[in-house]
C-alpha cells in the first residue's frame, strides 16, 4: 500500500473511500436506487447529490484514517472515530439539504477505513474487516438515545441491520460480496456487470433495514425472492437473467422499497477491493462455503 505516515494514510484512504461511493453511484441500472438513468424509490434524491454527498466525506474518511493509524483496537478509538462518523453526518445532511444519502455507507466505510489504517501489513483485507468489526464491538458510551429507523425496524422485526452486520464480522462482505465478485470475474463478465451481479447478491442476502422500514417484511421477502431469481436465471449477463432484473427493479418501485443498505456494502467491497485487488485472491479466502 502506498502511505508511510498518518497524513499520507488519510489522504489516500480518503481519496478510496470517496472513489468507491462514487463508482457504486455511476453504476447502472441499479434496482431501487438512484444512479445516473433514474432516481429509483428516492423521491428525494437525485445522481448529483449522491456524488455531492461522497465527495463532502472525504475529510470524515481522512481523518478516521489518521486517527487509527498505527492505533490499536480499543474504547477510546471506538469513541473518537464515532465522534468523527457523526460530524460526517452532519456535513452529509448540510450538503444534501437534510437527506439521509449515506449514513449506512459512513458506518460501514468509516469501520474498514479505520480497519485499513490499523493493520500496517496492508494485504490482508481479511484481518481489515475482522479488526473493522472488532472495534464495532466497544460499545460507544456517547450514541444519542434517539430512535432511528434502525431502531424501529429492530423493534418491529428484530432485526439488526447494519450494526449487527459490523458487530458480527460483515459476513455479507466475506461470504457474500467479496466471493461473486471474484467469480463474476472469473466469468469474464464485464467490470459494470461484475459489480451489479455483486449487488444482486447482496439484494438477495442481506437483511436490509432500509428495504424493512419502508415496505415491511413483504417487500424484504419480495426484494430477496426475486433478487434470487435473477441469479438463478444465469445472473445478470444472461438474457433471462436481465428480465428478471428488470422485474426485480419494478417491484421495488410498486413497493415504493430501496436496497440502501446492499448499495452501501457494495460501495465497501469496491472499497476493499482497491485496498487489495481481491481478482487474484485465493478462493479459499474468501469461500462461499
Ligand atoms: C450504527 C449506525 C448504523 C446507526 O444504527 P441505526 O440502526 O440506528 O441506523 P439507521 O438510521 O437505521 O441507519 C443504518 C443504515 O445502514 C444501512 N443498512 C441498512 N441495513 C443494513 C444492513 N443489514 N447492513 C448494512 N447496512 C445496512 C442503511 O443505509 C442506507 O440507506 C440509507 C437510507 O435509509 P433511510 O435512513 O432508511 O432513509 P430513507 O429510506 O430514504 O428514509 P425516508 O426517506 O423513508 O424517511 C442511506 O443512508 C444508505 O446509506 C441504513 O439506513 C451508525 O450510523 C452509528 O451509530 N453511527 C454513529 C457514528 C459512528 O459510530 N460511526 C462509527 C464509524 S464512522
Ligand atoms: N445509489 C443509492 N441510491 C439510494 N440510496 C443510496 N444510499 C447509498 N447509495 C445509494
Not at 464480522?169 to 464485464?190: D, I, Q, W, Y
Request: glycine share 8%; net charge negative.
Amino acid at each position: 500500500m502506498t502511505w508511510n505516515n498518518a497524513k499520507e494514510c488519510g489522504e489516500v484512504l480518503g481519496d478510496w473511500a470517496v472513489q468507491a461511493l462514487i463508482a457504486e453511484a455511476e453504476l447502472a441500472p441499479k434496482p431501487g436506487l438512484v444512479d445516473p438513468e433514474d432516481t429509483g424509490s428516492h423521491a428525494d434524491m437525485t445522481f448529483d447529490l449522491l456524488v455531492a454527498s461522497a465527495v463532502s466525506l472525504r475529510e470524515t474518511f481522512g481523518q478516521i484514517a489518521k486517527a487509527s493509524y498505527f492505533r490499536e483496537p480499543d474504547q477510546q478509538l471506538r469513541e473518537e472515530i464515532a465522534a468523527i462518523g457523526r460530524q460526517g453526518e452532519k456535513k452529509m445532511m448540510h450538503v444534501t439539504g437534510g437527506i439521509n444519502t449515506h449514513k449506512g455507507a459512513i458506518w460501514v466505510l468509516g469501520l474498514l477505513t479505520s480497519g485499513a489504517a490499523l493493520n500496517q501489513s496492508g494485504q490482508d483485507v481479511k484481518r481489515m474487516i475482522q479488526t473493522a468489526s472488532e472495534i464495532a464491538c466497544y460499545p460507544d458510551r456517547f450514541t444519542p438515545n434517539l430512535p432511528t429507523h434502525g431502531s424501529s425496524v429492530f423493534a418491529r422485526f428484530g432485526v439488526k441491520g447494519a450494526r449487527g452486520e459490523a458487530e458480527s464480522g460483515f459476513p455479507h462482505l466475506t461470504k457474500v460480496a467479496l466471493p461473486k465478485l471474484v467469480e463474476a470475474r472469473r466469468n469474464g463478465l464485464s467490470e459494470s456487470l461484475v459489480r451489479l451481479e455483486t449487488l444482486v447478491a447482496l439484494i438477495a442476502h442481506l437483511d436490509d433495514t432500509c428495504i424493512l422500514h419502508r415496505g415491511g417484511l413483504a417487500a424484504l421477502q419480495m426484494a430477496k425472492q426475486k433478487a434470487n431469481d435473477v441469479l438463478e436465471s444465469g445472473g445478470v449477463s444472461a438474457t433471462e437473467g436481465w428480465i428478471k432484473l428488470e422485474e426485480l427493479n419494478q417491484s421495488l418501485l410498486e413497493h415504493n422499497a430501496s436496497p440502501g443498505g446492499s448499495a452501501d456494502l457494495l460501495a465497501a467491497t469496491l472499497f476493499l477491493d482497491q485496498i487489495q485487488s481481491v481478482r487474484y485472491v485465493d478462493e479459499k479466502v474468501f469461500s462461499t462455503t
